[in-house]
């Protein structure tokens, strides 16, 4: 089926179509894990915007893109399709490398709208207006950040024609008020609406401000009762809401809004997991999935070690008990970073702010100025988008914000948008910030109980799943600036590890012929140079483990320190990630690429 020519086909086919779609999705995705709901909700969505528009010119943007499935399906990717967010295989976002049809890389939310507007000035410049449309299509989600608003504010005022397709799964937008708001929404939807909108305004243009003046109220009335005032007032044509999987209405819709050339969005109604019963509806654990039985729906993965999400949310919740100055925040990831429950428990204290990282930061340091003491909870991957605000918000102020990122380090299927690899370098960079990180389950209580005393803003990053299992020493107690040293040995070789990649240093060591001394370094900032001076006295070969990106890194600052010492005759290697981009897959796959599993790290140590 790689050869699927939507265009040819009439509405009854392309009904078809979308069920043979969703049957290849739910199977592909219950067996190699992936996006789910939101992708088989959008559905009829993208097959027709293939249908109206052409994506080997229009550019096709897809907010975030992991609802873009259909679309891969669409674009010669049928025969491909069973490797989805396998090693060397499609990739779970959209991705230009991968194929034409793809316009841009996304895997972080809320940039489709700006993409899009970039997009239609160069088309303009090109003078191609009557060729090529950007078509958008981003969740109502996404619609939570302030850089969808940016964007919308800058298309109404230069009026470049754009397409925009809000995928409303949640009714988050409005929900519309009875069966006159879907009268009046499906009359706006027609063609006989919009061409008498035009013809009503020109014709009043004759008749002065008065004239006007009344057109307009009487317009705006209707809105009122509708969702779309807020775009309209904005500058941005609107029509909706409509039935998001009705096809030919769609169709219809999306043939009117190409037409008018202007920017429009098309506020359309789906409902998530469509198609699949068990994952109808806004269950959040439907979004992402592992693995899963499509007769019941439950999952193929079991672990038996409890992740690092599961800790820290038992750690959190065990500090916030005893202590109600304790409270956090996270951006539209309860689930994932283990705060449902927190919110659950005390609503008034923890709180999802939706897709909004950067509010998130400030406003945990508007919390931290009023005496509280807030844990601010973000993935590794998306604390990159509140970079400035952890600067200047909470650094520059010194406030004792704590931020807990998870999936710190390799992530796996979702590659190389959401590998969690450069927090300790942005991060470290600042004025008065902390890094520390934890390498196991008592580690990390210990860790939250000097974070929740610590008067400064400080970061811990603990990885996606569980930590290496070792048989290393007990953790001592965290204390500003100090390492633990867990092995001494008399050879001349000692492995630093940070965080998780304690582990990674133990299981290196085992496979070893000679002994080596593994140092746990706690603090990447600031070092324990007490510590480290006395290791150099000993030790001359430094190996360092760490889950993150070399330059910038763990090492960096090992050398930085060394240099600074004149500490000249300690050879230093670090095991961090190269320069580049990590590409998806497996996480012992990936790893094996990059050269980092155990079994070939033992053949880069000299013990010459």
């Known amino acids: 089926m790689n050869n699927i020519n939507v265009k040819t086909k009439n509405v009854n086919e392309l009904e078809t179509l979308c ?92 940039t489709s709208i700006s993409l899009g507007v970039g997009a239609a000035k160069a088309i303009a410049l090109k003078g191609e207006q009557n060729s090529r449309v950007p078509v958008v299509m981003i969740g109502d989600g996404s619609m939570t950040a302030g850089m969808v608003y940016e964007a919308l504010n800058e298309l109404g005022d230069r009026k470049y024609p754009i397409v925009i397709i809000l995928n409303d799964n949640e009714m988050s937008i409005a929900k519309p008020i009875g069966a006159l708001s879907r009268m009046l929404s499906s009359a706006m939807a027609s063609p006989f609406y919009q ?63 190409k037409n008018l050339n202007k920017p429009v969005i098309v506020h359309a109604q789906t409902l998530k997991g469509k198609g699949y019963h068990i994952a109808e509806g806004h269950e959040e654990k439907w979004h992402g999935v592992s693995p899963f039985d499509v007769t019941d729906g439950k999952s193929l993965k079991k672990s038996s070690t409890k992740s690092a999400t599961q800790i820290y949310s038992e750690a959190l919740l065990h500090l916030a008990k005893n202590n109600d100055k304790i409270v956090g925040a996270t951006a539209a990831m309860p689930s994932g970073t283990g705060l449902s429950e927190l919110i659950e428990k005390y609503p008034t204290r923890f709180w999802d702010v939706a897709i909004a990282e950067q509010h998130a930061v400030t406003s945990m340091s508007a919390l931290a100025k009023e005496g509280f003491k807030p844990f601010c909870t973000i993935y590794s991957t998306f604390l990159q988008r509140g970079f400035d605000q952890v600067i200047h918000d909470t650094c520059l102020m010194d406030l004792p914000v704590v931020f807990a990122l998870d999936r710190a380090g390799i992530v796996g299927e979702d590659g190389e948008t959401h590998q969690g690899v450069f927090d300790i370098n942005f991060l470290r960079s600042i004025p008065n910030m902390t890094l520390f990180a934890p390498r196991d389950e008592k580690s990390f209580h210990q860790a939250m109980a000097f974070a929740s005393e610590y008067q400064h803003p400080c970061s811990l990053r603990y990885p996606r799943g569980s930590f290496t299992q070792t048989n290393l020493p007990e953790s001592k107690p965290f204390e500003l600036a100090k390492s633990q040293l867990l092995v001494s040995n008399d050879s001349d070789i000692l492995f630093i590890g940070y965080g998780n990649g304690v582990g990674r240093a133990y299981e290196t060591a085992q496979l070893l012929d000679k002994k080596v001394s593994i140092l746990d370094l706690r603090f990447v900032k600031p070092l324990d140079k007490e510590m480290l001076s006395n290791m150099a006295l000993k030790y001359k070969k430094w190996f360092v483990f760490s889950d993150s990106a070399k330059m910038g890194g763990v090492g960096s600052a090992i050398l930085e320190f060394l240099a600074s010492e004149k500490i000249l005759d300690v050879e230093v290697t670090s095991f961090e990630y190269e320069d580049e981009f990590i590409t998806h897959g497996n996480t012992k796959l990936v790893e094996e690429s990059l050269g980092l599993l155990p079994n070939q790290l033992v053949n880069k140590i000299n013990f010459n």
């Open 19 to 110: 069920q043979d779609i969703r049957e290849e999705i739910l199977r592909v995705v219950s067996k190699n894990g992936g996006h789910l709901s939101s992708t088989l909700g959008a559905t009829e969505l993208i097959v027709a915007m293939h249908k109206v528009f052409d994506s080997k010119k229009d550019p096709f943007i897809f907010d975030v893109s992991h609802q873009s499935y259909a679309h891969k399906l669409l674009t010669g990717r049928w025969e491909e399709f069973d490797t989805l967010r396998q090693f060397n295989g499609l990739c779970g976002y959209t991705k230009p490398s991968e194929s034409e049809d793809d316009y841009f890389v996304a895997g972080h939310s809320s």
């Open 195 to 257: 061409k008498f909108k035009t013809n009503t305004e020109k014709f009043v243009d004759n008749f002065g401000d008065g004239a006007r003046y009344v057109a307009k109220r009487m317009e705006e009335s209707l809105k009122l009762i509708t969702p779309g005032m807020m775009f309209e007032e904005m500058g941005v044509e609107y029509i909706g809401p409509v039935d998001g999987h009705n096809l030919k209405s769609l169709i219809e819709t999306l043939e009117l809004a």
